[in-house]
């Protein structure tokens, strides 16, 4: 099997959203010609054109997806094909009014907008299963196909009486029997005690049931299930007529709402859609670390490690606050930011520039009035040349010495939960202010799930790992005993997978691999700092932490950190502990950048792992992909000055603003010296 994402196009994808139902056939010519200008090599088809494939119930009109699937192939042109279900046609809603969505009021959508789909509706399966039979059957075998595009950022709760419905034989499956599941959620609190299974709701409406943390992190697993099984259901016919096209769906990065690990094993590459947004400023280091970490996430999230960046906007999105332009050269940056982290593919949210409705504001590659004298049209023609010169690099993989777990199920018990602070708890950022010091450092990282194998990973982060279930204790467990070394924070293992405290106490099961057992926690008003110190003679160096200070009891470990305030002062902060072949840490308070920095590089050079750490200006990384014989060595300047980066084997290289330096090397048998084969501008 080969690595790309599709062998019929060997090279780095660049292309976006094509919308050429928006428009009379006149204007296609026109835009395969700018295509081809710019090296927009991929056009992503009929994500919403359901109303335009099947205009009338039953009638399908597929004349001008042929014909501008005739025009793309002819110039050489490769495409994505959607299926439609992102959006329903009226002429559905309307007949069959039960197939649209129902809020968490209990009220049931109007037709319009997108994503407003029953997800449970039998009616609405079948009409999705149909389509996308009828694409199947006649796309399927196209020699221009590259791959389907599984329906449009799927994502929402439905609380529609079927979807309710499902929602309780999934727990009757979990859990078996009405005990069980009373036990599992602690109902005697309050006598919430179930006799009956359709006593049973869905939690998170605004007039109902929001105490019980168990059912509401149930529920979110639950609707991931019912949005797989939705996909499962589009998918299938694709999977029949055209066995050899692969899979993808556009997720949302961190989007809270789905546990993306569940669409993982159905997939045959991951994508997503990366919208960041800068508020004026492009200069903000921390949107382009959000950005890198949710690259890492996304690749995490396929099987084999491949992934393209399915949209990103050519210019700016009009559903922010503020719509600053990408300032000149940004555009580029963004694009080889993906590849450098392991993306095969760059694509846009679009091509031409809607007329009208709720997106002709947003950018497009070609915009209201241009063609290509338009500036936007001009970086993307340098991205997509900038691309095209990469060809090399398409296929090659990213690896990684550290990991970084990121968990949906302990982001919802945290979010559900009430108390250290009502507040958000900030489990997304705390992954990304860790994945921030290898960022900065220049360690290439993966972002994995719990039940990740772990083993050839030299160091494993995993902050707050609120609830813990026993597969990935163990899993963490055995990691660290076989040699493995281990980092985790505050408010880790304190549930078990249902929100109930593990009844040893937090940190339960682990205790042993950390060496500490954990008391209670002090959360900090806003503002206030309590202040960390690595000893109390002159040379110790002093931190301070912010929101969270767990009080921890050392047993086997040894402190490595203090606090130096309240009356826990003098007790630890951080310990670390041997346990087997391994060694785990264990940070007790949310501490500065500064501290996280020091402590992973200081754990980076126990464990021999190379770094920059130090050596790279404020903004700048690097990330390596690898090919059988050479190494990718890409150098990011994410500011919008320029900066001199000290190189691991090519001294001082001087990076433009917003340039990306790629240095290939060449991986040497035994202990040789790499070779430096050549230096590309990016
Ligand atoms: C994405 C969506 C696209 C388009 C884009 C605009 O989330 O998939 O269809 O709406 O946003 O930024």
């Known amino acids: 099997m080969s690595n790309f994402l599709n062998p019929k196009l060997s090279a780095i994808w660049h292309g976006g959203d094509y919308n050429p139902e928006q428009w009379p056939a006149s204007v296609w010519d026109e835009d395969i010609a700018l295509m081809q200008e710019s090296s927009f090599k991929v056009a992503t088809i009929g994500v919403f054109s359901w109303a335009k494939l099947e205009p009338h119930e039953g009638e399908f009109d597929f004349s001008w997806l042929d014909e501008v699937i005739e025009k793309l192939s002819a ?33 049931r959508r109007l037709h319009g907008n997108r994503v407003n789909y029953n997800l449970c509706s039998p009616v609405y399966r079948q009409k999705s299963a149909l389509i996308a039979r009828k694409l199947a059957e006649r796309y399927g075998d196209h020699p221009r196909l590259l791959a389907w595009h599984l329906s449009n950022e799927y994502g929402g709760e439905d609380f529609s009486p079927e979807t309710i419905s499902a929602f309780r034989d999934w727990l009757k499956a979990k859990y078996g029997t009405i005990e069980a599941l009373n036990a599992a959620y602690w109902t005697t609190f309050w006598s919430h005690c179930y006799s009956d299974w359709d006593q049973l709701d869905a939690p998170g409406v605004p007039h109902g049931e929001v105490s019980i943390q168990g059912l509401t992190v149930d529920w979110r697993r639950f609707i991931t299930d019912a949005t797989v099984d939705f996909m499962l259901n589009e998918a299938a016919p694709l999977r029949e007529f055209s066995p050899d096209i692969p899979h993808t769906t556009n997720f949302m990065g961190t989007f809270p709402g789905l546990d993306y690990r569940k669409f993982t094993a159905h997939l045959d590459f991951a994508s997503w859609d990366s919208y960041p947004g800068f508020g004026g400023s492009l200069d903000q280091t921390s949107v382009w670390i959000s950005v890198a970490f949710k690259h890492d996430l996304t690749r995490g999230l396929s099987k084999n490690g491949k992934w393209m960046l399915m949209e990103c906007t050519p210019n700016s999105s009009n559903w922010y606050e503020t719509m600053s332009v990408k300032r000149p050269g940004v555009h580029k940056f963004e694009a080889l930011q993906a590849v450098a982290h392991g993306a095969d593919g760059v694509q846009y949210f679009q091509w031409r520039q809607s007329r009208g409705s709720q997106e002709q504001f947003h950018g497009g590659v070609v915009n209201h009035g241009t063609t290509n004298n338009g500036r936007i049209f001009g970086e993307v ?143 900090l008003p806003v503002g206030q700092q309590v202040s960390i110190c690595t000893g109390f003679d002159s040379k110790a160096e002093r931190y301070s932490a912010v929101d969270f200070c767990e009080l921890i009891h050392p047993t086997t470990s040894k402190a490595i950190a203090w606090y130096d305030d309240e009356f826990y002062a003098g007790r630890p902060a951080a310990t670390v502990n041997n346990y087997g072949n391994g060694r785990a840490y264990y940070v007790g308070s949310r501490n500065d950048q500064r501290f996280t920095n020091q402590l992973m590089t200081s754990i980076m050079d126990d464990l021999g792992i190379e770094h920059l750490a130090g050596e790279l200006l404020e903004g700048v990384t690097r ?54 084969l050549a230096a590309t501008e990016g």
């Open 381 to 523: 023609k340098q991205a997509g040349a900038a691309l095209d010169a990469l060809s090399n690099i398409a296929s090659t993989a990213k690896r990684a010495e550290v990991a970084i777990i990121y968990d949906w199920s302990s982001r919802w018990a945290l979010d559900a939960a009430v108390g250290p602070v009502l507040r958000d708890k900030g489990y997304e950022q705390t992954c990304i202010d860790h994945y921030r010091a290898f960022w900065e450092a220049g360690v290439s990282v993966d972002v994995i799930g719990t039940d990740s194998p772990l083993e050839g990973y030299k160091l494993v982060v995993v902050p707050m790992l609120y609830s813990l279930s026993e597969s990935t204790s163990t899993n963490l467990s055995e990691y660290v005993l076989a040699g493995g070394t281990l980092v985790s924070t505050y408010l880790t293992a304190w549930t078990d997978e249902n929100s109930l405290v593990f009844e040893s106490g937090y940190l339960g099961p682990l205790r042993k691999v950390f060496g500490v057992w954990s008391e209670e926690i002090d959360a």
């Open 623 to 676: 990330q390596v992909r690898y090919g059988d014989e050479v190494e990718y060595h890409f150098y990011l300047n994410a500011t919008s000055l320029s900066r001199e980066v000290n190189t691991v084997g090519w001294g001082t290289v001087r990076l433009q603003p917003w340039q990306v330096e790629i240095l290939e090397r060449k991986i040497s048998a035994g202990d040789e010296e790499p070779v430096l």
């Open 75 to 107: 110039e050489d042109r490769y495409f994505i094909l959607a299926t439609p279900s992102a959006a329903a046609p009226a002429w559905m809603t309307q007949k069959y009014p039960e197939i649209l969505r129902t809020g968490s009021d209990r009220v």
